[in-house]
């Protein structure tokens, strides 16, 4: 089901392979900038390679806000829009007649939320609280492996694993929200995320295996690109010592974010697809469960916030009905 659903929206998987090739272009571009910077500033100090590792520190700060910018403000905006066409169509099975998967992405997402601020402002605590949650609930089961000598690597590969993992679970809880009828959208996420504690393992296998699949597709690409990058030393490096560290610090930037688009382009679409499915298939027929509430507010200080905005949007709204109480 998840590759047919991924086939079906291959136009919104088109859509954000160009977003993202865009934002990688833009990337280079100012690496390439900064390169050129680099190694002018650093020939008129004499050839010295602490320059050219100022100017690449310098660039690294810049492209990673380049990057929180382009993934908050314009990426997210597509991912969650090919996230409600999807919901669509694992919940109804098809799109409304003659509907087109951009423009009803975009009208669902501006219906529920009513702009981008309102969407970043619920996922922000979403996001937290997933995070927060899912920490909670993992180390019920094994959180003191971590701290059993020897293990401690592992404990932070897992808790990365997690973090990845937390992302693709927000975007399922996202999957809830545009399919309420209701306007309260703090109340829906709230339910969503109820609904997730109760479903949690069979999530959480899911994607834990997509946070795998994502992170070894990363090192696969960080790999490439950093060795194709090294490969041109001969042409565009010094013969210093120096300058070859240097010069592999500047090639390391362009190669972190070209791999971080490779696996945007081959695996996050398909994993959105994925997670969307696994989450809907999870809590179909169940209701959020009233006694769990309190529980995830008492280990969530963002969940407790999700829910005291829901009770605020309610107290606006009364006749708005929470579902689950």
Request: hydrophobic letters at 55%; proline letters at 3%.
């Amino acid at each position: 089901m998840t590759f047919r659903l991924f086939t079906r929206t291959l136009p919104y998987v088109a859509m954000r392979a160009l977003v993202f090739l865009a934002f990688g272009m833009a990337s280079i571009l100012f690496v390439a900038v900064m390169l050129g910077i680099g190694f002018l500033a650093s020939s008129l100090a004499g050839g010295a390679g602490g320059v050219l590792v100022i100017v690449a520190l310098v660039a690294l700060g810049g492209l990673w806000g380049l990057a929180k910018l382009a993934k908050r403000y314009l990426l997210y905006l597509v991912k969650i829009g090919h996230v409600a066409v999807v919901t669509e169509l694992v919940v109804n099975g098809t799109l409304p007649e003659g509907a087109n998967q951009f423009t009803y992405g975009k009208d669902k997402v501006v219906r529920h939320f009513g702009g981008a601020s309102a969407l970043f402002a619920v996922d922000q605590v979403l996001s937290a609280s997933v995070q927060q949650i899912l920490s909670w609930l993992t180390s019920l089961g094994g959180g003191c492996l971590i701290r059993v000598p020897g293990l401690q690597a592992l404990g932070a590969i897992a808790r990365r694993v997690l973090s990845i993992a937390a992302n693709y679970i927000d975007e399922a809880v996202m999957s809830y929200i545009l399919q309420r009828g209701d306007e309260n959208v703090w109340q829906a996420a709230a339910d969503g995320v109820v609904l997730y504690a109760q479903s949690w393992k069979r999530l959480l296998t899911t994607a834990a295996v997509l946070a795998a699949l994502v992170s070894a597709v990363w090192v696969v690409g960080f790999v490439l690109f950093l060795l194709a990058g090294l490969a041109t030393y001969p042409v565009f490096g010094g013969p210093a010592e120096m300058d070859r560290l240097a010069y592999g610090l500047i090639v390391a930037l362009p190669a972190l974010f070209l791999a971080s688009i490779f696996q945007w382009l081959l695996v996050d679409p398909l994993a959105t697809v994925a997670m969307v499915v696994t989450y809907n298939k999870a809590i179909a027929g169940q209701t959020p469960a009233v006694d769990l509430y309190a529980q995830l507010q008492g280990v969530s200080s963002s969940f407790r916030q999700l829910s005291e905005r829901a009770v605020s949007a309610r107290a606006r709204s009364p006749q708005i009905v929470p579902s689950g109480e």
